[in-house]
């Protein structure tokens, strides 16, 4: 075959320069050496010719080898006259597992090729050039996925799936190596336009701001795009917290002593207890009675409940930690007539309450918990009744850290019974609430000075 192919090119060199290829300089093994002639065109149309038979042959002058660079192998090869191909191997991809290389295309010298071949060098070795072909819509499912095998709250990956099957919408199809800050841009404007507050785009910017994270802790992509991309400001929210009159009232709106067979006694001692202790709505509902030492008067909180479309689970709190807490007499009063209710009802079944029996529970035995979305709907019926439409069920939650933050309670402390990670997030929250306590801490500092 290659004597075919050498005896046409010598047939072809014949009839352009008058000679056999062998003394045109033609050796298929090595290089070719363009001749040089009388006339300008005949040398150029040698020179092409020479090429094109090289190009075929696998061999030719222009072939350029550049090996290897901290174990990555590229090439610079002349596709044809004056343009070169410069292409470098940038590993296997993280996701498919097959090796992936980045090319650019260079017109010029021979010289001008090396030097976009060191250049592509070196952005592979920074790990500019190290990225997956993988879309967003890949990295979305398979972060989504890692989560929940990392055990993260139902409801939370309910939330995430739904943020995430928003964001394929628009941004599913984009690589993530080609993924911009202006594109990330482009879809808060377009959430925005669709009516979306400023905070409900923030959620989708922390949830794909999650997902890229972690991409690049998987190496599928070498810095975030997100460092470049600007969510829409949200005005810092002062948590409210409804008065003590407006939980009292609650708590009587609940047992309504005028006609106790349409009252709560239940929802009564709920919304009691959630005030005076600041647990979560979850963590109330997931209390068992082993959790409950009435007689020392101590709390421990050590899950909570999740609820999603069709499913109540029992987990760990939301900072995976299990704490304990004093019960003012109050609180125990309150428990006690909520136990007295529970045994009532068991003896009514012929059964004893059992220690791991749910404090607040929807059946009588007190066998499952009272699910989440039930407690509040009857919150909300009960705080449009009692004419309260603005108080929430968590506002209880903020009138526990506002009381004590309020009445100098350190911050640990309150960071402590209201579960808080760190006591940092307990001071970015309720910030606001510690003005008096500063006002107090001038006025002290001033009188100190005057003496």
Not at 162 to 183: F, M
Not at 273 to 282: F, K, P
Not at 296 to 304: A, E, I, N, P, T
């Amino acid at each position: 075959m290659f004597r075919c192919f050498a005896h046409r090119y010598d047939r072809d060199v014949d009839r352009v320069s008058g000679g056999s290829a062998e003394e045109v300089g033609f050796e298929p093994t090595v290089t070719l050496r363009p001749q040089r002639f009388s006339r300008p065109s005949d040398s150029s149309a040698l020179a092409l010719l020479q090429w094109t038979y090289a190009r075929r042959a696998g061999v030719g002058p222009n072939r350029v080898q550049t090996g290897y660079l901290e174990g990555v192998p590229g090439s610079v090869r002349e596709r044809s006259p004056g343009v070169w191909r410069v292409r470098v191997s940038t590993g296997r991809d993280p996701v498919t597992g097959r090796w992936r290389t980045t090319q650019v295309t260079v017109r010029g010298s021979e010289t001008k090729a090396k030097n976009a071949a060191a250049k592509l060098y070196a952005e592979v070795a920074d790990g500019r050039a190290q990225a997956t072909t993988s879309s967003v819509g890949r990295l979305l499912d398979d972060w989504v996925a890692h989560l929940e095998a990392r055990g993260r709250a139902p409801k939370t990956i309910h939330e995430y799936k739904r943020l995430a099957a928003s964001i394929k919408e628009t941004l599913g199809p984009v690589e993530l190596r080609r993924l911009t800050g202006a594109d990330i841009d482009r879809f808060y404007t377009a959430l925005r336009a669709r009516g979306l507050a400023p905070v409900s785009v923030r959620h989708y910017h922390t949830a794909l701001g999650a997902a890229l994270h972690q991409a690049v802790r998987w190496g599928w992509i070498d810095r975030s795009p997100m460092e470049q991309a600007t969510p829409p400001g949200v005005e810092q929210v002062e948590p409210q917290a409804p008065t003590a009159e407006e939980i009292r009232a609650l708590v009587v709106a609940a047992e309504n002593p005028n006609d106790p067979r349409k009252g709560n006694p239940d929802m009564a001692a709920l919304i009691f207890c959630a005030a005076t202790t600041g647990c979560r709505r979850g963590e109330l509902l997931a209390l068992r009675w082993s959790d409950v030492d009435l007689e020392l008067g101590v709390l421990v909180v050590r899950r909570s409940i999740s609820d999603t479309p069709g499913k109540v689970e029992a987990r760990t709190t939301k900072t995976n930690r299990i704490r304990r807490m004093a019960l003012d007499p109050a609180t125990v009063a309150v428990l006690t007539t909520q136990r007295a209710r529970a045994a009532e009802r068991c003896d009514s079944l012929r059964i004893d309450l059992e220690p791991e029996a749910y404090v607040w529970s929807q059946d009588a035995d007190h066998s499952t918990p009272w699910r989440p979305d039930r407690v509040t709907d009857a919150f909300r019926r009960l705080r449009d009744d009692a004419g309260l439409g603005h108080v929430r069920f968590h506002h209880l939650r903020h009138f526990a850290a506002t009381m004590m933050l309020a009445g100098g309670v350190d911050v640990r402390t309150a960071a402590g019974r209201l579960g808080h990670a760190q006591p940092s997030v307990t001071l970015k929250t309720y910030a606001h609430v510690l003005e008096a306590p500063d006002r107090s801490a001038a006025e002290l500092l001033g009188r100190a000075m005057e003496a």
